[in-house]
């Protein structure tokens, strides 16, 4: 009996030292290799193919140095421990040319002059112990690193964006040229700064930012992409600038207004514009109209003491099937808001050295409005002329010169007392994209504190033109949408009555089958 009780012990301690052996290889080999199975539909907790890819074209170290407090509240735990999982993955794929380190400023007071320096400051949180409401200060910030370049990112809030963010900021410290992006506004009174600093805010994570205007003596400086936003009455100076830029070999997306919005009143009237002269050249027309839909997004009005919000049909809510699900620019896009934008046309189709494609287009369900604009959200609308109207559209190919066969104009202002005396014309350009819309709104900054995506649409063709379309996917994860299809007014009342009367009914079939089954049972018996 003895025997047997030390037989049964004995085999106990060997299963258990087996299972702890098997154990600890395990978690060695875990730490070695390592799968994950990632089932959202987007994979967005898997770094994308874009990512590898750079990882992999490393050719020299890079350091990624974040900087995390240790004591850290409890709801901000998780995050530190998701970026730490998403740096091992990048390091993972690196080949050994990207260094990960995170570090505890709280203690180092030099360290942390030197993050205020390079732009990443304490951030104070609220944390509730011992029943108390209490602040603390942290640090949630991160720096990538390569020879003497740097990028910063000053605050992690979250990881929706975290991959572009990382991957863009190894990219733009890796390349050995940074591409410009030129911004060039026109409505008068508008600046960049004062109207869209978020969208400049946004590209300056990637690109060379300028500022342009038509004060040069030789004409706009060189960028590698030219955003011309809002519309004025151009002069024939003015117009050979742009058009010699693209000429030269810039990509142009144009977002042009065709109406005058009267500042904090809901009236609009045409605007004094001659874009179209520019435009047509290329074989774009942005029409003098507002296109209205009935697929709208929210807007907030006020009127006396009262403030409501409704679907406002000028401003349209583009997704789906009328973004174009082919170009890698929007095809991944959730949805787009066009607020109070024009339709625009390709005035030839059958050009054979432009091939043009419609980015974005309003539903069946939209109209127009012509001649005296009026943008109550109360008025009736009357909606004739339905049908879908082209808003984005994009040409891609070699474009002729407006200014071909004839003499450059001649400079004006100032820019006249410098300039040659005579400019030669370019009068084909290489292959280049153009965009054209028909509204600057949408990334105007008081639009995009409302729709803050909004700005993706542009940075996504940016990046297409310059980069590839790589990037774009990174961009675009976690930012989908899945609105209910919109149907018919008797498919809405067949589901209302249907969920009404129809689970009723069924419990009284039910009941009375039940019943008859029981019934003839017992006439069995």
């Known amino acids: 009996m003895v025997k047997r009780t030390t037989s049964y012990g004995a085999s106990v301690v060997i299963s258990v030292v087996i299972i702890l052996g098997i154990l600890i290889v395990l978690n060695c080999l875990s730490n070695l290799y390592f799968a994950r199975a990632d089932l959202t539909e987007d994979k967005e907790y898997t770094v994308s193919d874009a990512t590898k890819s750079v990882l992999a074209d490393l050719e020299d170290l890079v350091t990624i140095e974040a900087y995390f407090s240790k004591q850290l509240p409890s709801y901000v735990m998780p995050l530190k421990t998701q970026v730490k999982d998403l740096l091992d993955e990048y390091k993972a794929y690196s080949n050994g040319n990207l260094q990960v380190e995170f570090i505890d400023p709280d203690d180092d007071k030099q360290l942390k002059q030197k993050l205020q320096f390079m732009g990443i400051p304490p951030v104070q949180l609220n944390v509730i112990q011992k029943d108390k409401a209490e602040l603390t200060t942290v ?3 991160l720096a990538i690193l390569y020879e003497n370049k740097q990028e910063v990112i000053p605050v992690i809030r979250g990881t929706e964006n975290l991959e572009y963010q990382i991957t863009s900021g190894i990219r733009k410290v890796t390349m050995s040229e940074v591409k410009s992006v030129g911004l060039l506004p026109l409505t008068e009174g508008m600046t960049v700064d004062d109207s869209f600093s978020k969208l400049k805010e946004a590209l300056q994570k990637l690109y060379d930012v300028k500022v342009l205007s038509f004060d040069r003596p030789r004409g706009l400086e ?3 992409t030219l955003v011309i936003l809002g519309s004025k009455k151009l002069s024939d100076w003015e117009k050979f600038q742009i058009d010699q830029a693209i000429m030269g ?9 065709m109406i005058d ?5 809901l009236q609009a009237k045409p ?3 001659n874009l179209n002269d520019l435009l047509n050249a290329y074989g774009f027309q942005v029409n003098n109209n507002l296109v209205l839909d009935r697929v709208a997004a929210m807007a907030a009005f006020s009127s006396g003491f009262m403030s409501f919000r409704l679907p406002y049909p000028f401003w349209i809510k583009v997704g789906g099937k009328q973004l174009a699900k082919d170009n890698p620019a929007v095809g991944q896009l959730s949805a787009v808001v066009f607020p109070w934008t024009s339709s625009v046309e390709v005035k030839n189709k059958e050009a054979k050295d432009v091939k043009y494609e419609v980015l974005a287009r309003s539903s069946d369900a939209s109209w127009l409005q012509t001649g005296r604009f009026d943008l109550s959200p109360q008025q009736h609308f009357s909606q004739t002329a339905k049908g879908s109207y082209e808003l984005a559209v994009e040409g891609d190919g070699t474009f002729k010169s407006l200014f071909a066969g004839k003499k450059a104009p001649k400079p004006e202002g100032t820019a006249a007392r410098y300039a040659p005396k005579e400019q030669k ?5 290489p292959p280049v994209k153009i965009v054209v819309v028909g509204n600057s709104f949408m990334v105007n900054d008081n639009f995009l504190s409302r729709y803050r995506k909004n700005d993706l649409f542009v940075e996504n063709l940016i990046d297409v033109m310059n980069l590839g379309k790589g990037l774009v996917g990174i ?7 899945r609105p209910l299809e919109e149907v018919s007014e008797g498919t809405k009342q067949w589901v209302k009555y249907g969920n009404m009367l129809g689970v009723p009914i069924l419990v009284v079939i039910f009941g009375l089958s039940r019943f008859l089954i029981r019934k003839k049972r017992k006439r069995a018996v």
């Open 425 to 429: 014309v370019i009068e084909k350009s």
């Open 222 to 224: 060189k960028v590698d």
């Open 249 to 257: 070999g810039a990509n142009a997306i144009f977002l042009t207004d």
């Open 139 to 141: 640090y949630l910030g």
């Open 261 to 265: 919005r009267q500042q904090g009143k």
């Open 271 to 273: 605007a004094e514009s």
């Open 475 to 481: 961009r675009t994860r976690g930012a989908t949408e």
